[in-house]
């Protein structure tokens, strides 16, 4: 077997067992996190520290009967569910995780699909996002799914555009659609000769943007209304029991993974953190790359969690005002202000 | 397109995870239990109609095609973007004007109140 073939189903591989592991860790974090801010215990009786609550949970979904409505439009009842989780796990293929290192004489690239289109595939893919919630609704038909996923659709394509314009400033002082670019960009150099080359300094704003705009996105409180427990018993997802409803459980914490990791990417350097040494022996520079971006990635998702049982959920007109009056005219002007700031050689 | 091979595959592997999940799950659970669990959910009483006989609201209309013009936009930004180095300034007054003329548009569907709900 080729050194190439073998590092491509090696990083397959290790992104899909990583993202796999994600809804259990993620599932076990939020309501031991959630009990904590309470003040309360949380689930502290399967496992050590309630860690194997989780796999509990897991064979709890195996087990349950699964619903189909009868009024249900089966062929995309079946559909949403799967587009949940697929297009959120293939978002990772254009993640670089580290640096371009040598293996057996030849050059690997740490990150699964080395194309053009980069950013562009990844955002296609995650926007697929919508179309989950909208299916989910539309076919379950039920009405409060069918509430619930008209307003997932509104929230969703309302913070596109600032998420999307957050992107492109972003990607303006680098000039590439490739992720291991972008994190390239901001290896080399310093702001300010103590900061490291990061794009959350100069573009602090783009940050912020992109920040709310992906709570909406992946419909995190103070975004929750497509789900909104007491006023659409779970929206989109209200007919979904079994192992179906667990893939909707799955989506969103992965939407969440490749947001935040995204973020990191595009905002705090990627796979880079000033002071590590990304020389030596392929695999340790790959580990240490590796680490670095799931600790930002985890740092995100913590934030996830904090901001979900710190704030209470808008109201809809509330959230499409933000959305539409504050977040647009505020991605537009930071678009602006760092395409100037690049033409007048700062960026 | 080579490059795009390994996307292939990470799809595929996606889709056997999630089939293999189905699969265990129908081999494991239940049967069920019969026709009153498969009414449509509304908190205990019998539906007198289907979700898909009712309207909703026209707004949300709206926002679907506001985006589509705003996201139409979007797609010509990404481009410039990239090429952002060797369009320099020429490039950056062309999107200038552009964002302008997008802005223009952006005020008149303020002030017509298409941005307000209800």
């Known amino acids: ?347 | 397109m080579a490059n795009y091979l390994p996307i292939l595959v990470f799809i595929l592997v996606a889709v056997l995870f999630l089939a293999a999940s189905l699969i265990a799950a129908r081999l494991l659970r239940d049967a069920g239990m019969g026709r009153t669990n498969r009414e449509p959910y509304e908190c205990g009483n019998e539906p007198e109609t289907l979700a898909l006989d009712h309207r909703f609201s026209i707004r949300y209309y709206l926002i679907a095609v506001l985006f589509v013009i705003f996201d139409v936009e979007t797609v010509f930004l990404f481009p410039w973007a990239v090429m952002f180095d060797q369009l320099a300034l020429f490039g950056f007054i062309e999107m200038m004007i552009f964002i302008a003329i997008l802005v223009v548009g952006y005020i008149y569907v303020w002030k017509r109140g298409a941005l307000n709900w209800a």
């Open chain 1, 1 to 347: 077997m080729s050194v190439a073939l073998a590092a491509m189903l090696a990083k397959i591989g290790l992104w899909v067992a990583v993202l796999l592991a994600v809804t259990p860790v993620m599932a076990w974090v939020e309501r031991r996190g959630s009990a904590m801010i309470q003040d309360r215990l949380g689930p502290n009786r399967v496992g050590p520290l309630g860690l194997l609550q989780a796999l509990a949970d897991a064979v709890k979904f195996l087990f349950k009967e699964d619903l189909t409505p009868s009024a249900a439009d089966k062929p995309l009842y079946y559909l949403a569910p799967a587009l949940a989780v697929v297009p959120a796990l293939t978002t990772f293929v254009v993640l670089p995780f580290g640096p371009e290192i040598e293996v057996g004489g030849e050059t690997v690239k740490l990150l699964v699909a080395d194309v053009e289109s980069g950013v562009l595939l990844f955002l296609a893919l995650a926007s697929l996002g919508v179309y989950t919630l909208v299916l989910a609704g539309y076919s379950s038909n039920n009405k409060y799914s069918l509430l619930g996923s008209v307003r997932a659709a509104a929230q969703m394509i309302s913070y596109e555009l600032a998420l999307t314009l957050s992107v492109v400033a972003a990607l303006v002082p680098v000039g590439s659609f490739r992720l291991d670019e972008v994190v390239l960009y901001q290896v080399e150099g310093t702001w300010l000769g103590f900061l490291p080359h990061w794009n959350v300094f100069p573009q602090f704003l783009g940050f912020l943007i992109f920040l709310v705009a992906a709570f909406a996105e992946t419909n995190r409180l103070p975004f929750d209304l497509p789900e909104a427990e007491s006023e659409l018993v779970a929206g989109y997802h209200t007919e979904y029991s079994s192992m179906k409803f667990a893939l909707f459980f799955m989506g969103e914490y992965m939407a969440m993974a490749t947001l935040s990791a995204l973020a990191a990417t595009l905002f705090f350097g990627g796979w880079h953190f000033p002071g590590i040494d990304y020389t030596g022996h392929w695999a340790i520079v790959a580990l240490k790359g590796f680490s670095v971006l799931f600790a930002k990635v985890a740092a995100f998702m913590l934030l996830f969690v904090w901001v979900r049982w710190t704030f209470p959920r808008f109201r809809f007109d509330q959230l499409l005002r933000l959305g539409w009056k504050v977040l647009l005219p505020l991605a537009i002007l930071n678009l602006v202000v760092i395409a100037a700031l690049t033409i007048g050689g700062v960026l």
